[in-house]
C-alpha cells in the first residue's frame, strides 16, 4: 500500500483556512487519494477524494500536485466544529480497504 | 437516507466470552467492511463481505470472524476475548465492491470494553 506522510499536529484560528498537506510519493497511477476526518471517538467522516484533478465539495477543496506525490486539503474557513483528526489514505485501485495512517491532529483556535 | 447503524453502541465483556457486533448499512449498500480501533495500533481493516462472501481479510488471528446477509447486513464475533481486543470497532458500507470511486461511510462504532 502506498504510504503517506501527514505532519502529527496543526493548529488554525477559526474563520482562517486550514490547509493540512500530505506526501504520497510512492502512488500509482489508479491510485485514489481520499481524505476522511474523525471527530472524537465518532466514526471517520469521508470528506473528498480524487486522482489528479483538484476537486472541491460542499466541505473541502483538495488540490493534488501534477506529480501526484503529494496533496492538501484546504477547509476555507475553518470553524471549532473542524476540530478534529485528518487522515490522508490512498485506496489501492480495486480494493475497499483504506489502511489509515496517524493523520493530523487539527486544532482550531478561537 | 439513513447513515450505517451499529448495535450495540457499548459492550463489556470478560475475558474468554465471545461477542457479536452487528451493522446495518445504508440502504443500497452492499459492500461492508470492519475496522478496529485502539490507541496503541490506530484503525486497522478487519474484513470486507460482498453478497455474503468474504472479499477481503485483514491480518488478524482467527477469533475474528464476520459474516453478511442477504439484505447485506453483517455481523462480527470475536471469540475467547482478551484484554487486548478492547476497542472501538467500526462498520463502513458503500454501494459496491472495489469500484475506486464509490466512497465508504462509516458508523457510529461499537465501544468493546474486555475486563
Known amino acids: 500500500d502506498a504510504k503517506t506522510t501527514q505532519p502529527p499536529s496543526m493548529d488554525c484560528a477559526e474563520g482562517r483556512a486550514a490547509n493540512l498537506p500530505c506526501n504520497h510519493s510512492?502512488?500509482?497511477?489508479?491510485?485514489?487519494v481520499y481524505w476522511y476526518r474523525q471527530i472524537h471517538s465518532q466514526g471517520p467522516q469521508y470528506i473528498i477524494h480524487g486522482l489528479k484533478n483538484n476537486e472541491t465539495n460542499e466541505m473541502a477543496s483538495l488540490i493534488i500536485t501534477e506529480d501526484r506525490k503529494s496533496s492538501t486539503l484546504i477547509l476555507p474557513h475553518a470553524t471549532l466544529r473542524d476540530t478534529a483528526v485528518y487522515y490522508c489514505i490512498v485506496r489501492v485501485a480495486g480494493n475497499e480497504k483504506l489502511t489509515f495512517g496517524t493523520g493530523t491532529r487539527l486544532t482550531i483556535i478561537p | 437516507k439513513a447513515g450505517v447503524t451499529q448495535t450495540p453502541r457499548y459492550l463489556i465483556k470478560t475475558r474468554g466470552q465471545q461477542v457479536t457486533l452487528s451493522c446495518s448499512p445504508i440502504?443500497?449498500?452492499?459492500?461492508v467492511s470492519w475496522y478496529q480501533q485502539t490507541p496503541g495500533q490506530g484503525l486497522q481493516f478487519l474484513f470486507e463481505y460482498f453478497s455474503e462472501t468474504q472479499r477481503n481479510k485483514g491480518n488478524f488471528p482467527g477469533r475474528f470472524s464476520g459474516r453478511q446477509f442477504s439484505n447485506s447486513r453483517s455481523e462480527m464475533n470475536v471469540s475467547t476475548l482478551e484484554l487486548g481486543d478492547s476497542a472501538l470497532y467500526l462498520c463502513?458500507?458503500?454501494?459496491?465492491?472495489?469500484?475506486?470511486?464509490?466512497?465508504?461511510?462509516f458508523g457510529p462504532g461499537t465501544r468493546l470494553t474486555v475486563l
Open positions: 463502513a458500507s458503500s454501494p459496491s465492491s472495489g469500484r475506486d470511486t464509490d466512497t465508504q461511510y
Open positions: 510512492t502512488i500509482s497511477g489508479n491510485e485514489y
Open positions: 440502504s443500497g449498500h452492499r459492500s
